[in-house]
Structures are given as C-alpha cells and as structure tokens.
C-alpha cells in the first residue's frame, strides 16, 4: 500500500518518517514521493509536531532514484512528476527537519539528505552523488546548496568524481552535523530533537528556519536589516515573555504550539 511507502511515529512531539523500502535501500519512486511530502503537509498542519526526524528502513537512507523509475522515465513510459511541490519541499517546512542518514545516501537520496536543515549520519553510511557517473547533471538544486556547505573546490569535487565517501568524511567536510556509531544514530537524532521540541520556541525555529535558508543570497546588511525587524516583532510575542520568565524561574519553558 502506499501508506506504507513512509512510515510515521509521533511521540514527544517529534514526528519520525521512515521511507520504508528496505530491500531497495529505499529508493525514489514517485508514489514513495507523494507520500513522503503528504506527510510534511500534515506535519506543518498539526500543532502536536514540534521537530521531523526523517531516516531509512534497514540498510539505507534512500539510494537515489529507483532505476526501474529512470528506464521509464528514459523510455517515455512515465513522464516527469510534475506536482507541485519540488524535491526542496522540506526547505519550505516551518518546523526543524533532521535528517538521520543510515545508511546508503546516493544522488537524489543525498538530494534529500541535504535540504533537511540538519544532518546526522552513521559514520559508515556510504555517500554518493553519482550523477555524473549515470550520465546526469547536478540536479534539484545541488548545485546550489553543496558549494554553499562545503566551498566550491569540495562540492566540484563530489560532483564530477561522483566518488563514494562515508559518514565520516562527510561530517568532516561540514555535510553532517555529526557521524556517529550507526546502532547510536536514531537515538542521538531523536535525543537532539526531543530537546528541541522540549526547550526551543516553535515559532522562534520557524523564524530562524526561513533566516538561514533565505538569507543566503542577502547582504550583510540586508539580513542585519532583516534580523531586526525579527527581532522587535518578537518582543511582542507571548513566547518572549516565557522564554525570560522560564530562565528566571529555573524551570523547562511552556511555549505554545506553532501559530498558537
């Protein structure tokens, strides 16, 4: 069924979406894409999901497109998606979207790896871009976000090599916020975002979500400009006053639900 193309669990106001099909390390169809992005909508929609872990069933992240997709697509016998919503979509996401990579994290899975706004991965997760090795081009905006993370000589690199590198290098390059143990990963990524969910504002996330991810083309004093304007708004915001009043209390902060 194509409810079960992604799983969902929702606990401590952390929702985890798990792209289940392991025996083809999750690769892309357009079914598993509908769904993974129906599930986003829903989440934004939903006042009980504070952060979104997205990670693999079994031994991979997602392997790029599945290439029974790509033949079709190839041959004529599908065409393109053209739904509205882009492979970018989680960047749109008002709530933190962590991805946990697993495991295998190729082409379009490292798409999606990518425009998560935080990364955690297995240290021997296995990396690749792979599209120049499959005669394709630097896609869904890759170009534009790999330079942006790791300097243009790195992302050149990884891009025209298409080499395979692991969870490890991938932290140290600044792709991943961390490597870790791959029987640790799902518990770190989901400790880090119990804690978000527990002690950061909704809405000051969301807030900062759209400042880094709309900020990278501005100016220094453009987004200066921009950060304050912020920043008095929010003085105004029930969630200031909680935030101030929690500190000074000494105890775990109570800030409403996004849009509350």
Same mark, same amino acid.
């Given at each position: 069924? *194509? &409810? &079960?193309?992604?799983?969902? %669990? ?60 790509? *033949? ?6 599908? *065409? @393109? &998606? ?5 492979? *970018? ?20 899975? @490292? ?12 240290? %021997?997760?296995? #990396? ?15 170009? #534009? ?27 140290? @390059?600044?792709?991943?916020? !961390? ?21 950061? =504002?909704?809405? =000051? ?7 880094? #991810?709309?900020? #990278? &083309?501005?100016?220094? %004093? ?6 304050? !304007? ?8 029930? %969630? ?15 800030? !409403?639900?996004?849009?509350?």
């Amino acid at each position: 069924m *194509t &409810d &079960d193309l992604v799983l969902s %669990d929702l606990v401590d106001g952390v929702l985890t979406l798990t792209l289940n099909r392991p025996d083809r390390l999750n690769a892309w169809t357009q079914e598993l894409g509908r769904r993974y992005f129906d599930l986003l909508e829903e989440a934004e929609r939903d006042p009980a999901v504070r952060v979104i872990v997205v990670t693999g069933a079994g031994k991979g992240f997602c392997a790029g497109a599945d290439f029974e997709m790509l *033949t079709a697509l190839r041959t004529g016998e599908i *065409t @393109m &998606d053209t739904e509205k919503r882009p492979h *970018t979509f989680a960047t749109t996401i008002s709530k933190p979207v962590i991805a946990a990579v697993n495991g295998a994290c190729a082409g379009l899975g @490292m798409v999606h790896a990518l425009v998560c706004d935080l990364v955690l991965t297995a240290a %021997d997760a296995k #990396w690749t871009t792979a599209f120049a090795r499959r005669g394709l081009v630097a896609e869904y905006g890759m170009a #534009w976000v790999l330079p942006k993370l790791i300097g243009q000589s790195r992302a050149l690199d990884l891009l025209l090599s298409g080499r395979t590198f692991t969870g490890t290098e991938a932290a140290e @390059m600044g792709l991943a916020l !961390r490597a870790v143990p791959g029987e640790e990963l799902l518990s770190e990524a989901l400790g880090y975002a119990r804690e978000l969910a527990a002690l950061s =504002s909704p809405t =000051s996330m969301a807030v900062i979500k759209r400042q880094v #991810w709309g900020d #990278w &083309d501005k100016s220094l %004093d453009d987004s200066r400009e921009k950060a304050e !304007r912020l920043m008095v708004e929010s003085f105004g915001r029930a %969630d200031f006053a909680e935030g101030v009043a929690s500190f000074l209390e000494r105890r775990p902060p109570a800030f !409403r639900p996004l849009g509350g």
